[in-house]
């Protein structure tokens, strides 16, 4: 799609109807609703102007995406601070809110999220796109680091310290456990 819309920029639609969905669902988890439209037009937009430098020999765009995504992210990255110490402090996640029913918000708000969110305002910039990337993104260790510029050890060392981060925050619990298959 990217090779040919190099000639015919009206192939790059489909680029964009195949990845935006899963693009937006990051950037709001990562942002919030407000900020995410602006981010995701911006990644493609990015993508669209950058699409004569694309390699051509990688298969799956995601990343690449991604990586445009994470960088402008960075841009936004106080909001996104901001977001999860309002949610360490009130327990009340504003982007997961809307699509929670309450009593789901109930059980869970007493839980570890609050803790959740503050030990992901805590970590390092690095650590925590790294370990988004892997976990919202559903990035393989290898997708991220081309995401980020980065070598794969780069990846697994930032996600493997979050990860231990995390654990420490929420007494033992590992909240991105179930993303363990993308190590492979």
């Known amino acids: 799609m990217i090779a040919r819309s190099r000639h015919d920029p009206e192939h790059f639609a489909a680029l964009f109807t195949r990845h935006a969905p899963a693009i937006k669902r990051y950037v709001v988890r990562r942002l919030g609703v407000e900020a995410a439209e602006d981010v995701v037009a ?3 937009v990015a993508a669209f102007q950058q699409r004569a430098t694309y390699d051509l020999t990688r298969a799956d765009a995601r990343p690449w995406l991604y990586g445009i995504a994470t960088n402008l992210i960075g841009r936004h990255r106080r909001h996104e601070i901001g977001q999860y110490k309002a949610l360490s402090r009130t327990g ?11 009593i789901d918000q109930r059980v869970t708000v007493g839980g570890a999220r609050s803790r959740l969110a503050a030990a992901l305002a805590g970590l ?18 290898e997708q991220a ?9 780069t990846v697994r060392s930032r996600v493997n310290r ?9 007494g033992d619990i590992d909240p991105t456990a179930v993303t363990e298959e993308f190590s492979s």
């Open 124 to 141: 390092p910039t690095g650590h925590r796109d790294a370990l988004l990337l892997v976990t919202w993104g559903e990035l393989t260790y």
């Open 42 to 44: 911006e990644t493609f």
């Open 92 to 102: 009340v996640d504003p982007v997961m809110e809307p699509f929670t029913d309450r």
């Open 145 to 153: 680091a081309q995401s980020l510029g980065v070598a794969v050890g």
């Open 162 to 170: 979050a990860r231990k981060k995390l654990r420490r925050a929420l």
